[in-house]
Nanobody
Framework: QLQASGGGLVQAGGSLTLSCFASGFGWNGYTIGWFRQAPGKEREGVSCFHSIDGTTYVADSVKGRFTISSDSAKNTVSLQMNSLKPEDTAVYYC?????????????????WGRGTLVTVSS
């Protein structure tokens, strides 16, 4: 089970931190990914973290503004989002896969949590 939290309403330029808590399955060997979906748009990969080798990947659209990190003791992967823009408004999902942290293809991810809404006002 994956549970995302931390969404909310923030003004442009502000920051939010999303958290993804994983429970019910082993932590080792998983990649946790963050995805987002804005109204009328396809789901987009944002960032991922591999629990074994610590590999991270950040999409170009958020590079330099979003940072992914992990707290293995708490089974949590966090997404720190800075310098938020109105176009970052979306429902953000965390997901898990046995695969690598690389291309962030939604079809590669086997487990999905319920999303958390991030709204950035201009």
């Amino acid at each position: 089970q994956l549970q995302a939290s931390g969404g909310g309403l923030v003004q442009a330029g502000g920051s939010l931190t999303l958290s993804c808590f994983a429970s019910g399955f082993g932590w080792n060997g998983y990649t946790i990914g963050w995805f987002r979906q804005a109204p009328g748009k396809e789901r987009e990969g944002v960032s991922c973290f591999h629990s074994i080798d610590g590999t991270t990947y950040v999409a170009d659209s958020v590079k330099g503004r979003f940072t992914i990190s992990s707290d293995s003791a708490k089974n949590t992967v966090s997404l720190q989002m800075n310098s938020l823009k109105p176009e970052d408004t979306a429902v953000y999902y965390c997901a898990a896969t046995y695969g690598d942290c690389d291309e962030l293809l939604a079809s590669d991810y086997d487990y999905w949590g319920r999303g958390t809404l991030v709204t950035v006002s201009s």
